[in-house]
């Protein structure tokens, strides 16, 4: 059992990597897709080992995936808030600072959800009704305070709403219309419209620094991401996108501590998706559903085996991310950064045509156009995360309602 339980370890951390370098590619697909074939293909494979493979991948993605947001400008619904703060140090070479920085608060990450696996355990299920409860005005304090702190408040509400409307209105369109609505949603307002801005001013990426003696911020990155991410990461309609925002409200940083702080949040969020299948019955993330469909509720000696992948996977991911971010920073001011956006923006759109067909086309290209619209406002880029936070404020006051 323990070869096949690490033969299927490594072919996950293999999948992490392959889809965390490839804009578009969410291991939400690969999870369904084993879910789908598990029945048939994979019938004579125990699901104890499948387990293993999409902890390690999931795990192994929430690492790589900052590559390509920071170096490229592709990122995807766990890492749109990247390219904001990595593309700034990307133009004053320092790109591999950046992933870096992901990557510290990735692997802290790690080592905070074995540590809180324990007390979360006994307080979990005596909060969370409360918790639902009061997240619509938690969320609503916490969107006010968002523009408020904008210079330009007026521009800062305006693309708050608009981006909600957008997101509201996508994100509750038939399936059948529309599969995968983040997936064009978020490229669209984060990744295409900043490739595009790119392109028109010319942009050329400067010789990339790879120094690993910098400074990294901690003290509010952890303060935030540890009350922020457990609400996340056991609440419904609540990813690491909202977990950024409310650790950075409840723990002001800079642009390197947000890096970090999107970092913890990221792989905290995904680790107690995890816990909370145990915990609540509840699947939060694409990849604890695929667990869930695969073995049902998780047993103790299922989630102990979880966390082990876990930690594992995330030290040996660590590393991995490191080895590639030096490839990228290496290579990247060698290359016309005009015709590499050109390329990414195909893949984009031919990722997105593959899996929310022509209709995700039109919505990438509305999503695109509202961003670069939003962007010329001159506010934070952050307030475009309306397009998930009014959503799931609507559906909190929906719950009390109703």
Do not use: W
């Amino acid at each position: 059992m323990l070869l096949q339980i690490t033969l299927f370890f490594i072919l996950g951390t293999i999948a992490g990597i392959l889809t965390g370098l490839s804009p578009g590619i969410h291991i939400n697909i690969v999870g369904a897709a084993l879910v789908s074939l598990s029945a048939a293909v994979f019938s004579s494979i125990l699901p104890l080992y499948l387990v293993v493979f999409i902890v390690a991948m999931s795990i192994t993605h929430s690492f790589v995936d900052f590559i390509p947001s920071i170096f490229l400008g592709a990122p995807n619904e766990d890492t749109a808030l990247s390219v904001l703060p990595g593309h700034e140090l990307l133009n004053e070479g320092k790109g591999y600072e950046a992933v870096m920085l992901s990557n510290y608060g990735c692997l802290i990450a790690i080592f905070l959800l074995i540590f809180l696996s324990i007390p979360l355990s006994f307080i979990i299920p005596i909060t969370y009704p409360y918790l639902t409860k009061a997240m619509a005005f938690i969320l609503i304090i916490f969107s006010i305070n968002l523009i408020f702190i904008e210079k330009n408040k007026f521009s800062a509400l305006l693309v708050f709403i608009l981006t909600g409307i957008l997101g509201f209105i996508i994100l509750n369109l038939n399936e059948s219309l529309l599969a995968q609505p983040l997936l064009p949603l978020l490229s669209g307002l984060f990744g295409s419209s900043s490739l595009l801005l790119s392109i028109k001013q010319k942009t050329k990426i400067p010789q990339q620094e790879i120094n690993n003696k910098f400074k990294i911020p901690l003290k509010a990155p952890l303060l935030g991401s540890i009350i922020a991410s457990p609400l996340c990461g056991f609440l419904p309609g609540l990813g690491s996108g909202q977990a950024a925002i409310l650790g950075n409200q409840i723990a002001k940083t800079d642009k390197r501590g947000f890096i970090v702080l999107i970092g913890i949040t990221n792989t905290l969020v995904m680790g107690f998706s995890f816990i909370s299948l145990y915990l609540i019955q509840k699947a939060r993330t694409g990849s604890a559903v695929s667990i869930q469909q695969l073995i049902g509720t998780i047993s103790y000696k299922m989630l102990m085996l979880i966390l082990i992948i876990c930690l594992f996977s995330g030290i040996i991911s660590f590393f991995i991310t490191k080895f590639l971010a030096e490839i990228f920073a290496g290579k990247i001011d060698k290359i016309n950064y005009s015709i590499l956006s050109i390329f990414v923006l195909i893949i984009i759109f031919i990722v997105v045509f593959i899996f929310s067909g022509f209709f995700g086309l039109i919505i990438l290209i509305l999503s695109t156009l509202t961003g670069i619209y939003c962007i010329s406002l001159g506010v934070k880029r952050t307030n475009m995360m309306g397009c998930l936070l009014i959503p799931t404020i609507l559906y909190y006051l929906g719950q009390q309602i109703f």
